[in-house]
């Protein structure tokens, strides 16, 4: 969600800044996920003043232009040649300064210089409205009528402050917060200043002729139904002020009648819509619901097959009744057009089930069905409604046609949840002021009755406590905990002090293994290898599993119900995960990306009770197993003067695997080539014939899948497995006291021969000697022959007794050879 820096002091006074906003929101649980500074034009007039003109001669070399001095609150004038005839001594102007870069409203930024005009010195420039991307004139300098000192910023002057959007990760369960009033009580409940919402007194009837007949025949879908009518009305661009409210957060002005409902939405949290008058049929406006498949056509002007559950917004014509899928989407004959000159305009409260249900059936989702789905304050809907009557008369004209229709039978009640202080100081773990605890919830509109107070001497009352009457749009604050959670997050988590001596009610045992270290200790390694830890959800897209379901290990696990389509099953792999978060910083322009993650996947599994039939499943049983992923892709490294760019290849992701494996001292391991759709190509390394980790060339339809083009190289280790294999005795080894010797080997082998088929029979053959077998060169070319490659391969001996003599080196080498020739049928080149 976002909200605007500058409209939500329209509700609260801010003194603090954006950034500083930005952290008291987060610790409010608010989460502030970015900040942007949106400037009301391009640049935002950076280094543009406003000046005087204190004198203005011709230009001795050229007809055309003046020199000027100028006065723009500096020491000395300064000296700017222009060429606009309009310019004369005693004007106020706009003036670039040297440095400043000008955003013309057609044409390429300009930075300005000091420069020499035909022979004079110009430092600055006189301003035309075009120049400054004011406007499209050219015709001269813009000349001001003003009494502001010089050098005052043009910005302060057009009134052209910037704003900023600031972006919420908003949780589900705080809906009370998707608005700007809602963000601006926690803001108020956090300081204590007072809020301030716009008056709604001057909200007048002028006549009764636009009167319809409103019902609701499905109350439990919609608790609370209100509307009124206004006539006379003009559509047509909005003014500026709106515009500029809407464009702030992220929204296209489409015109003055909708973009009052969808400010108020977003001021209030109240969705509202807004029907053409002229098309309700029969003078009356039904809430209920229409026959299975009935055809409805919406805004988009898509049609869609209503379901016997879906609440509608009905005219009175029972032929063409559908209007609107009510808190959803409107449908495309009753909006507001060009042509429209009365409306009915409605404000309601609808069932947060019932609103959920349509959108998961259409998979249709609107910022209206994002609260009513969630739940809004059943409160709202007048006051929301008086607001957009009044802004509608002041952005459209027009007259209040009706009374208010307020269809209420059963009132939402508050919340009554009984609290006790012990609970309070047990769950906090201090013991906060009793009156601040009541000063708080007073400030988050939750309200004390039945307060029982600790008795003044030191025996303890374990009744004492109070009943809360939280505000129903409080959906989310229902429990004790509830209500301990809202005074904890005002009062602050970082107020709580930790105590000198941590205790705990009982002692756990100690593995001989510790997970969350090994999982520490690895995250240090790669972090020390360049790679950045990604945390994702376990959430994903069907279509992910969809496109390698042969290799997944069981059925998906599936959301009952999921928020969207797009994360309605737990994920199989870790793959996708690590893809997205690639597209998001590639589309940010961060090129060279190494991540690594640590997170638990999820199945379900077939159960089959002994001794029934194969077939027969007697259950269905949820898997979850913890994965480790690493993911590379671009160039190994930033371009730098001492190494030219390097694209990452393969055996990069192999030396950061054997890193990982390195850490957990797993080194023993077989390899052999991937058989998962995962990958293009690759290796698995296996340890009992068990797999601990696949890598290799993520399988292009599966970069396809999130609109990634480069290649990408990807690991996925089984993290329990590696786990099992981890052993936390160290071995070390005295220095050895004699050296090693190196030989090195040219092998003519079959293409099918990898390093790995090498590297076993060398110390198959060699126990005792071989310390290790590196491979520097591989060659293929026509002059082997036709199937063939070539292996430069070096060979490190050693003997931790003696020095070696060449006799033994000889023969050692000469075992190996004989080895490579009758195993890998190899050609030795010498």
Known sequence: ????????????????DPEQVGRMLTSTGLEVEGIERIEAIKGGLEGVVIGTVLTCEPHPDADKLRLTTVDVGGETPLNIVCGAPNVAAGQRVVVALVGATLYPSDGE????????????????????????????????????????????????????????????????????????????RDLHALTGRPLCMASVDAFTVENTDLTLDVRVETPEACPRYAGV???????????????????????TPINNIVDVTNFICHDLGQPLHAFDADQIEGGAVVVKTLPEGTPFVTLDGQERKLKATDLMICNGNPDTAGMCIAGVFGGRKSGVSDQTTRIFLESAHFGAASVRQTVQAHDLRTDASFRFERGTDPNLPIYALKRAALLIQEVAGGNISSDIVDIYPDPVQPFRVPVRYRNIDRLIGIKIDRDRIAQILNALDIQLEQVRPEPENDVPDREAGFVAI????????TREADVIEEILRIYGVDNVPLSATLQAESLSEFPAVDVNQLQARVGQVMAGSGFFEIMSLSLTRPAYHDAIRTSLPGADVAM???????????????????????VYNLNRRQKDLKFFEFGKVYHEKEVVQNGADPGSVAGRKYVETMRMSLAMVGNTQAENWQQKVQPVAFHDLAQAVQRVLSS???????????????????????????????????????????????????????????????????KYEEVPRFPDVRRDLSLVLDKGTNFDQISKLAHQTERKLLKTVQVFDVYEGENLGAGKKSYSVSFLLQDPTQTLNDTVIDKTMQRLMGAFERDLGAIIRK
């Open 664 to 730: 957990l001292r797993v080194r023993q391991f077989d390899t052999q080539p991937t058989d998962s759709p995962l990958f293009q190509y690759g290796l698995t390394y296996v340890v009992n014939k068990k797999p601990l980790v696949s890598l290799g060339l993520v399988n292009p339809k599966l970069t396809k899948l999130v609109d990634l083009k480069q290649p990408v190289f990807y690991a996925d280790f089984d993290w329990q497995a590696i786990v099992k294999q981890y052993s936390g005795k160290a």
């Open 1 to 16: 969600m976002t909200i605007s820096y500058n409209w939500l002091q329209q509700f609260i006074e801010l003194t603090e």
């Open 109 to 184: 930024p300009l930075t300005i210089k000091k420069a020499k005009i035909r022979g004079a010195a110009s430092e600055g420039m006189l301003c035309a409205e075009d120049e400054i991307g004011l406007g499209q004139s050219h015709a001269g300098i813009m000349v001001l009528t003003t009494d502001v000192p010089n050098g005052t910023p043009a910005a302060q002057y057009f009134k052209l402050e910037p704003d900023y959007q600031i972006a919420i990760g908003l949780t589900p369960n705080r809906i009370d917060a998707a608005s700007h009033w809602g963000v601006a």
């Open 229 to 251: 009518t206004l006539s006379g009305l003009t559509v047509r661009e909005s003014p500026e002020w709106l515009k500029k409210r809407l464009l702030s957060i992220g929204l």
């Open 470 to 477: 939280v505000p129903p749009y409080r959906v989310d604050v």
């Open 560 to 582: 009952l119900n999921p928020l969207s389509d797009e994360l309605s099953v737990m994920r199989q792999t870790l793959l996708f995960s690590a893809l997205e978060a690639m």
